[in-house]
């Protein structure tokens, strides 16, 4: 079974400097991805960020940045120059690779992220 | 419209009541998921639908019943429900091609059982 930790329920930034939000996973699947979504106190959830278990670099998309480290089974997000939109709830998810059909999300508990000025 | 897109926004209902939240996703995807999310508990899986077929069941109680007519639609009958199943119901859609594709997610049902 696959299991997501996030040991931070909240963390505190400043704005315009950079937070690292933690995430460790467990499987045995060989082949899976890893996701950061970010939910808004709207409710939506907001896809940030995909690592797939054989890229050999980390994912990067504008502001974030997904340190992946196999071997330690962490995929860390690293958020640069934070802003005030910043504030929100963000998950670890994890996806297997393998069969059609098994296709959802195991999601962590979540970091509450909130940037102050 | 563009997205997922999920109705009632907000729903308050007795326990005796029967409701439905419905799903709609307009952006071709052939998976569809139901999850709940509790406070203070990470989100659950409660359905998944591939190609409109039931492929998960997550061992939700039978008050709960999904309903998927077509690849866009995506229904849960609710019906005798109990205070401790308030909570935010999300939506999503994926591609269910590659294990990169994203689900995208609803803005989700808050529901609160009395």
């Known amino acids: 079974a696959q299991k997501i930790t996030q040991t931070q329920p909240g963390m505190f930034v400043q704005e315009k400097e950079a937070v690292t939000l933690d995430c460790t996973y467990d499987t045995s699947d060989q082949s899976y991805g890893l996701f950061w979504y970010k939910q808004p106190s709207s409710g939506e959830m907001i896809f940030l960020i995909y690592?797939?278990?054989?890229?050999?670099q980390n994912a990067t998309e504008g502001r974030y940045s997904l340190n992946f480290q196999k071997a330690r089974k962490s995929a860390n997000l690293v958020i640069s120059a934070s802003q005030l939109g910043d504030s929100a709830m963000y998950f670890c998810?994890?996806?297997?690779?393998?069969?059609?059909?098994?296709?959802?999300?195991?999601f962590g508990s979540g970091t509450r992220l909130q940037v102050q000025p | 419209e563009t997205g997922v897109t999920q109705t009632p926004r907000h729903l308050v209902m007795g326990m005796t009541n029967k409701k439905s939240l419905k799903c709609e996703q307009h952006l071709g995807h052939n998976a569809m998921y139901w999850y709940k999310q509790s406070a203070k508990k990470p989100l659950e899986l409660m359905f998944v639908?591939?190609?409109?077929?039931?492929?998960e069941n997550n061992s939700v109680p039978s008050r709960f019943s999904p309903e998927c007519p077509n690849s866009s639609h995506l229904f849960l009958h609710l019906h005798t429900l109990q205070p401790e199943d308030s909570a935010l119901y999300l939506c999503?859609?994926?591609?269910?091609?590659?294990?990169?594709?994203?689900?995208?997610f609803g803005p989700g049902t808050r529901l609160t059982v009395l």
């Open positions: 999503a859609s994926s591609q269910d091609r590659d294990p990169a594709d994203e689900q995208f």
């Open positions: 690592q797939g278990s054989y890229d050999e």
């Open positions: 639908y591939s190609l409109e077929e039931r492929v």
């Open positions: 998810a994890m996806r297997d690779a393998a069969d059609t059909g098994r296709r959802a999300l195991t």
